[in-house]
């Protein structure tokens, strides 16, 4: 991926996830999902409840948001780092988010048990959201 392409798409997943965020803010009555697997499988996804985690976060109360989902407080996280580390180096005239992506595919390329760990912490999440759905 070049690096404009990264920052393009990282940038808008931002602002994606800040707009589910606005919505669920403005919309608190949670109607319809916006979850095509839940929709059509009748199952929570992994990131099923992380905009309600990314909400209690907000108001403080981490240990609700890591009961909804651990995810949302990774992507809460990753919301304010991201755009403010692609920000930097826009004005700076530097390349350290792409450097380190570039860094994190190459360790992740040489050592693939951290790709299966990476999709056992992800299922485990999902067993984690089908379990407070049953």
């Known amino acids: ?53 990314i909400a209690a976060l907000a108001a403080g109360d981490v240990y609700q948001a890591m009961a909804i989902n651990p995810f949302g407080v990774m992507s809460a996280f990753a919301l304010i780092v991201i755009p403010l580390w692609i920000a930097a180096d826009v004005l700076r005239k530097k390349d350290t988010f792409y450097h380190s992506y570039l860094a994190v595919e190459r360790h992740v390329a040489r050592k693939p048990w951290l790709s299966f760990l990476a999709v056992l912490i992800v299922v485990a999440n999902w067993l984690w959201n089908v379990s407070k759905a049953l």
């Open 1 to 53: 991926m070049t690096r404009k392409n990264l920052y393009i798409f990282s940038l808008v997943l931002s602002v994606a996830g800040y707009a589910l965020i606005a919505w669920d803010v403005i919309d608190s009555r949670h109607g319809p999902t916006v979850c095509l697997f839940k929709t059509v499988i009748d199952l929570p996804c992994p990131s099923c409840g992380t905009t309600r985690s």
